[in-house]
């Protein structure tokens, strides 16, 4: 399960950033991604949908969860909590 | 080249359903802010907005004619009354017209129809959904109660939709196109599907507007309108007219960069083009009325810009935690605190701004109202597509 959410989410990210998934590292920052604000909107939006979740993201806030400033690894890190709370 | 001068001014928004009420209260520091009550509200990740509470459609309209009308365009024609009535006019004058701008129209319209054929498997919509949504029936409704014949359309340029109405009403009298105009904004998109669409964009604030502070996490929704009457000064000295301001420059461009994220040299370049359209130099501006969201975005660009229009320093002062943001109606409400403090009632307090953020180091009005000797101030908008409208009062 572990697994495949760090695929998915990997994919999502590769997907909205326009990049190869083999790019996509754990170690890389998201904010190395490339994505702009709109982008890094639209990737929470596509993993929210493809996990019953809703991530806590404010662009505002951008700080507040791993989508801001984190690295990809991070992010998958969330994304698994968030799905585990959600049951 | 002609004067232009407003001599009426109307509104229903959270804060009141009267002008000198709604002054009061931008100057008290109050706000409208509160959590909402809506159906499903419980499936929202915000749940905090600033609705018009108390008003009753069946007050103002007739059951025929409310069969026609979305909450904005009540709003705007509820608007429109008040102004025309406090500027002592009997009848608009031949060739007069009316622009409202709206970023949603007749949003709750839409919302019940496609609800009522998608959701609740319905056969038929309202009869008159399609008068009662489309982006020009506020103004079409208020030129039909005052027999406006002359320029009459809406303005759509997202939260800077008032303000492009009336600049360009502004520029129409100027220009001789028309001798008096009924122009400002209304918007009623405080709804579920609203408040979600604005949900998925992520700038929403969870608890509440605090422009160019420090802690800001987004912006609030708010629903209402505010409608003006603008005259050719002469003709509105000539009859004993009570003048509230003159409008006395207005300027609009376009970042041309990108959809969401404002531009500072995009804003500044229409303070600049206002003030050079207003033939007022920077040190002759006592207040500019902030576009001041409490987004992040926003207010860190638009500090930088005022800072740039105004290196000798300007009051600065945002209404949006008083009243939320009212999109397209936006600009024009808060004119009212430029009327306010063109006419010595004080400058309005930025309400929610307890610690200012040193990104947007401002002269900012907090806390208490400011008094000051106000004898020109500038009404900023900006709107998500990077579209700015600026406005340039003098005192009358």
């Not at chain 2, 959270?14 to 706000?31: E, M």
């Not at chain 2, 905090?48 to 309209?61: K, L, Y």
């Amino acid at each position: 399960m572990t697994a495949d959410i760090a695929a998915q989410v990997t994919a999502i990210l590769a997907r909205e950033a326009l990049l190869d998934a083999t790019e996509v590292r754990a170690d890389l920052p998201a904010s190395d991604l490339g994505l702009d604000s709109l982008g890094l909107v639209e990737a929470i939006f596509a993993i929210e949908e493809r996990f019953g979740i809703t991530v806590p993201f404010n662009a505002n806030r951008p700080e507040a969860t791993a989508f801001g400033t984190a690295t990809v690894g991070e992010i998958i890190a969330e994304v698994e909590a968030l799905v585990r709370a959600r049951g | 080249m002609r004067r232009v001068v407003i001599t009426g001014a109307g509104t229903v928004n959270p804060l009141s359903q009267s002008v000198a009420d709604t002054i009061a209260g931008l100057i008290a520091g109050r706000t409208a802010i509160r959590t909402l009550d809506l159906p499903d509200a419980d499936r929202l990740t915000v749940g905090i907005g600033a609705p018009v509470t108390d008003f009753d459609p069946a007050r103002h309209f007739p059951p025929r004619d409310l069969a026609l009308l979305d909450r904005a365009t009540q709003f705007a024609l509820q608007s429109a009354r008040q102004a025309v009535a406090s500027s002592g006019l009997t009848a608009m004058p031949p060739g007069a017209g009316v622009i409202v701008g709206t970023a949603g129209g007749g949003h709750e319209t839409a919302e019940a129809a496609y609800r009522a054929v998608f959701a609740e498997g319905r056969e038929r919509v309202h009869p008159f959904t399609v008068p009662r949504l489309m982006m020009n029936a506020p103004a079409s409704r208020i030129g039909i109660e005052f027999g406006c014949k002359g320029p009459t359309f809406a303005v759509s340029s997202a939260c800077a939709s008032a303000n492009h109405a009336i600049g360009l009403a502004f520029q129409m009298i100027r220009s001789g196109a028309a001798p008096a105009m009924l122009a400002g904004g209304a918007d009623a998109m405080l709804t579920f599907g609203g408040l979600k669409a604005w949900e998925g964009l992520r700038v929403l604030s969870p608890d509440g507007c605090r422009p160019f502070d420090r802690m800001r996490n987004g912006l609030v929704m708010g629903e209402g309108a505010a409608i003006y009457l603008l005259e050719e000064r002469e003709a509105a000295l000539a009859r004993g007219a009570p003048v509230l301001a003159e409008v006395a420059g207005f300027s609009m461009g376009a970042d041309a960069e990108d959809m969401v994220l404002p531009s500072a040299a995009g804003a500044e370049r229409a303070m600049r083009g206002a003030l050079a359209d207003a033939g007022l130099a920077p040190g002759e501006v006592g207040y500019v009325k902030a576009h001041g969201t409490g987004t992040r975005a926003n207010d860190r660009a638009e500090a930088e810009a005022i800072r740039a229009t105004f290196p000798g320093g300007v009051a600065v002062s945002s209404t949006k935690g008083a009243h939320g943001h009212l999109m397209g109606a936006a600009g024009a409400v808060e004119l009212l605190a430029c009327l306010a403090a063109l006419r010595g009632e004080g400058i309005a307090p930025t309400v929610g701004l307890a610690d200012p953020d040193p990104d947007c180091a401002l002269d900012l009005v907090q806390r208490a109202p400011r008094t000051a000797e106000v004898s020109a101030c500038l009404a900023n908008a900006f709107a998500f597509g990077g579209l700015n409208a600026v406005l340039a009062l003098r005192r009358a």
